[in-house]
């Protein structure tokens, strides 16, 4: 009898050692990479969130600033917007809405105000010493904060061209 004894211990203790598989601290383990791992993921989700509301505003600020420009540009030298030269002008952008009509809403992008300057030079002579020549500059910034990679910050684009004034 006590031959069997020994033959069932022994052929319980091989038949553990061919067992396989993870032990639980293993398991706690892979499972504690895994949650990093997917922590960071999220965290590059976030920041790539963060970076396409910055360009998308950025976007809208510099395409209302080509159009500020381009309707400045298209004007005549007779026109009242070139009898203010030197300081900042706001620009109206509904001209009939004298209390809101500087400000532009963008749905999706938040608000804008825009201004402008007309430089025509600092003698008669024109802009840089050419004749008939100024120099517009239009800056578009965000009315509040917007949200952007390294946090809230006011957004603001300024753009400049020479016109030919006759």
């Keep these: 009898m006590?031959?069997?004894v020994e033959v069932a211990v022994t052929t319980m203790?091989?038949?553990n050692k061919a067992q396989s598989g993870f032990?639980?601290?293993?398991l706690l383990?892979?499972?504690t990479i895994l949650a990093v791992g997917l922590l960071g993921l999220?965290?590059?989700q976030i920041t790539a969130m963060k970076a396409n509301s910055q360009?998308?505003?950025i976007t809208v600020a510099t395409s209302v600033a080509k159009g500020v420009l381009e309707k400045i540009k298209a004007k005549n030298r007779r026109d009242e917007i070139f009898d203010v030269v030197g300081t900042?002008?706001?620009?109206s952008f509904d001209p009939d809405d004298t209390a809101s009509g500087h400000i532009l809403?963008?749905?999706g992008a938040g608000s804008y105000v825009a201004t402008y300057d007309i430089d025509l030079g600092p003698s008669d002579d024109g802009f840089m010493g050419v004749p008939d020549l100024c120099q517009i500059r239009v800056r578009v910034s965000s009315q509040g904060m917007l949200m952007g990679v390294t946090g809230l910050k006011q957004r603001s684009v300024e753009l400049s061209t020479l016109k030919r004034i006759f």
């Design 55 to 57: 360009s998308d505003t």
């Design 29 to 31: 383990v892979a499972v």
């Design 42 to 44: 999220a965290e590059l």
């Design 2 to 4: 006590q031959n069997d």
């Design 105 to 107: 809403e963008v749905e």
């Design 13 to 15: 203790s091989c038949s």
């Design 23 to 26: 032990s639980l601290v293993e």
């Design 88 to 91: 900042a002008q706001q620009w």
